[in-house]
């Protein structure tokens, strides 16, 4: 069906070629290192070189699959068939959109930070993505969408793309504290007690106290909820439970908590995925890592394979290489929890690509899009002005049929002071109803 040909075949021009022909469109492909040998049978040729021939849809290569190491790139936007684009040229499709999606999707500029945030991050603020203000938008979709087009105007015959898919909603719900108040021990309930009366919070006193004398339910214990919530709309939720130490910013319960495990138990019984939030102080230490997801196995009676850093916490190679010894298959903490947008640039899962290793594992990646407390906490916005955004983040999924993924905390659905009313936010978040009216 479809010949390409090119002089630079290398672990990452099968990378991309892989995800664009059989993981979006889903069919194969050919790759020749002659023009003599495509058959004429080939609806769709593809000539990724600089040399010219008649009759092929030429795209220009810009250096980035054909090399190895971190070299740098000169990463500038420029527009070419009405999209913003990175690597252009003066090709019919206006850049090299095989070294482009590469570039995002293998998060080349991470390897090349030299500064991070006070949790030793790469910051969105470092992003090209931000600095272009194309943050928000998913462009490897777009330019995916756009190649489709381009091949279909292009081909001599019908290509077998995959049928189109209704967007996919993947709720995910980091539980960072499980219990606001119940399962704490004696040192840090007295500790609680003290803060509340040093600020004169008396209506948290009385809750407290409500709560540990069995007359109210904790306030973060709204399990109930999230389960009869998520299976009125038919979904399964991704849950990232924390089980390490209690540090300065790991604050979740002791895991050998009766109440605590009965609860992660109930999650795996509903149909819900439970993975690991590998503490903060895990950061860069793999025994940690493996001790939490040994002690969450053992909790829950059965494997895990899918995590969720604390804090987004990880740096590229490192914690994946550490994910993937520990039989990690999938990872989400691709996004930022300071601003919603495509931090690789899609919607959509892609595998991890070891640009130390040069070569694809078997990780894959799933990115999210939104954060409750990205909206709350650092853009102070109201829920109006949050389902609004989210609204227009949405559309740009639907128009490239990709995935929504985002984050809920269930101490965001509390309904406490600070979260009072966003569990309105988490139920339109889980509708394809995504029009405010």
Same mark, same amino acid.
């Given at each position: ?18 995800? @664009?022909?059989? /993981? ?37 290569? /810009? ?9 740098? !790139? ?16 003066? $090709? ?29 991050? !790469? $910051?969105?603020? $470092?992003? !090209? ?23 279909? =105007? ?36 007295? &500790? ?5 009366? @040093? ?15 069995? %007359? +109210? %339910? ?10 009869? @919530? ?13 089980? &390490? ?12 908590? =009766?109440? !605590? /495990?009965? +609860? ?43 995590? %969720? ?14 994910? #993937? ?13 300071? #601003? ?59 128009? #490239? ?10 101490? $965001? ?9 966003? %569990? ?14």
């Amino acid at each position: 069906m479809i010949a390409i040909y090119t002089p630079y075949y290398s672990n990452r021009t099968k990378y991309v070629l892989d995800y @664009i022909f059989e /993981q979006q469109f889903g069919f194969k492909y050919e790759v020749f290192n002659s023009f003599d040998h495509v058959k004429e049978s080939h609806i769709i040729k593809i000539n990724y070189s600089h040399m010219p021939c008649e009759g092929w849809i030429q795209i220009l290569p /810009q250096g980035i699959l054909e090399s190895k190491g971190l070299k740098k !790139f000169d990463v500038q936007f420029s527009m070419a068939n009405e999209l913003p684009v990175i690597f252009g040229n003066s $090709s019919a499709i206006g850049f090299d959109i095989f070294g482009a999606i590469f570039y995002c999707l293998s998060r080349y500029e991470e390897y090349k930070c030299l500064e991070f945030d006070r949790h030793s991050r !790469f $910051s969105y603020l $470092s992003s !090209f993505l931000h600095v272009n203000n194309y943050l928000q938008t998913p462009l490897v979709d777009y330019w995916v969408a756009f190649f489709k087009s381009y091949l279909i =105007k292009m081909s001599t015959g019908p290509l077998p793309f995959k049928e189109k898919a209704t967007p996919a909603i993947l709720p995910t719900i980091d539980v960072d504290s499980i219990f606001t108040y119940q399962g704490k021990d004696i040192v840090r309930q007295l &500790g609680g007690f003290a803060k509340d009366l @040093i600020g004169g919070q008396w209506p948290q006193i009385k809750r407290r106290l409500s709560v540990l004398s069995g %007359r +109210l %339910r904790d306030p973060f214990d709204n399990f109930d909820y999230q389960f009869e @919530i998520l299976k009125s709309c038919n979904l399964k939720a991704n849950y990232f439970i924390q089980v &390490g130490k209690n540090g300065a910013y790991d604050k979740n319960i002791n895991p050998h908590n =009766k109440a !605590f /495990q009965t +609860l992660l138990k109930r999650m795996v019984k509903e149909g819900h995925e439970v993975g690991l939030h590998p503490s903060y102080q895990s950061f860069g230490e793999e025994e940690i890592i493996q001790k939490e997801k040994q002690l969450l196995e053992r909790i829950i009676e059965r494997p895990v394979i899918q995590s %969720r850093q604390h804090y987004l916490r990880f740096s590229l190679p490192s914690t994946y290489l550490d994910l #993937v010894q520990l039989g990690i298959k999938k990872e989400f903490s691709m996004g930022y929890s300071e #601003v919603p947008g495509y931090r690789a640039s899609t919607s959509k899962p892609f595998f991890w690509y070891d640009l130390e290793m040069e070569n694809m594992t078997e990780l894959e990646i799933i990115p999210f899009s939104m954060m409750d407390v990205a909206f709350k906490e650092f853009m102070r916005m109201t829920i109006d002005e949050t389902l609004q955004y989210s609204d227009a983040l949405r559309e740009q999924i639907i128009k #490239v049929n990709g995935s929504f993924s985002f984050v809920f905390h269930n101490e $965001s659905l509390s309904d406490l002071e600070g979260w009072k009313g966003w %569990r309105t936010v988490f139920e339109k978040w889980l509708t394809n109803e995504h029009k405010t009216h």
